[in-house]
Each structure stands twice: as structure tokens, then as C-alpha cells.
């Protein structure tokens, strides 16, 4: 059974960072892409950070050059680093992972992140 089991969400001040982490089980999980997503209040799920089989990460414009994405593939974990957080990045963030062979896709429970003064 797949299972994605994010953590690490909270209540933060602008300028602030969090590290969110995201535990795969039930997959290969050196075999999928890793990515991040996010949906704020009244707003569509967007995707905020991806990383490649191959390490390779890709950002949304909205977080180039404020967060990190990185995995582990000996821990089964995709990591999310955020810093110089702004209200807007106020969101569930959500871990989604998809196998490049299969392509079975699998969303995790989601975390909440609430930037705010």
C-alpha cells in the first residue's frame, strides 16, 4: 500500500523557515518523482517544487531562491526547506509522488503551513 506521511508544518512569522519532510512507503521510491504542492485558502493546488529521479529539482517562480527541495533515498524521504517565508505561502502542502514506470501517482494527507504575524 502506498503511503505518503507528511510533517513538519506549523505556525511561522514572516521571514521565518520551516523544514517540512515527507515519508514514502509501498513503492520504489528511487524510481519516482517527488514533488511538492500547495493549495491556499480559495485557491487551486499548485505545484511548488518537483525533484527528479536523477536529483534534479525544478521551482515554481513564486519560490526560486527561497526554498529547497531534496531527497533521501536511503530514508524514502523528500524534504521541503523553506525560508524568507511570506504571508501568501500560507497553504496545505501537499507530498505527491509518481513512478516513472508505472505511473501510479499517490498524494499525501497534506500539512498545514500558516505564515503569519
Known amino acids: 500500500q502506498v503511503q505518503l506521511v507528511e510533517s513538519g508544518g506549523g505556525l511561522v512569522q514572516p521571514g521565518g523557515s520551516l523544514r517540512l519532510s515527507c515519508v514514502a512507503s509501498?513503492?520504489?521510491?528511487?524510481?519516482?518523482?517527488m514533488s511538492w504542492y500547495r493549495q491556499g485558502p480559495g485557491k487551486e493546488r499548485e505545484l511548488v517544487a518537483g525533484?527528479?529521479?536523477?536529483?534534479?529539482?525544478n521551482y515554481a517562480d513564486s519560490v526560486k531562491g527561497r526554498f529547497i527541495i531534496a531527497r533521501d533515498n536511503a530514508k524514502n524521504t523528500v524534504y521541503l526547506q523553506m525560508s524568507s517565508l511570506k504571508l501568501e505561502d500560507t497553504a496545505v502542502y501537499y507530498c505527491?509522488?509518481?513512478?516513472?514506470?508505472?505511473?501510479?501517482?499517490?498524494w499525501g494527507q497534506g500539512t498545514p503551513v500558516t505564515v503569519s504575524s
Open positions: 509501498g513503492f520504489s521510491f528511487s524510481s519516482a518523482v
Open positions: 525533484i527528479t529521479t536523477y536529483d534534479m529539482p
Open positions: 505527491n509522488a509518481r513512478e516513472i514506470y508505472s505511473g501510479r501517482n499517490a
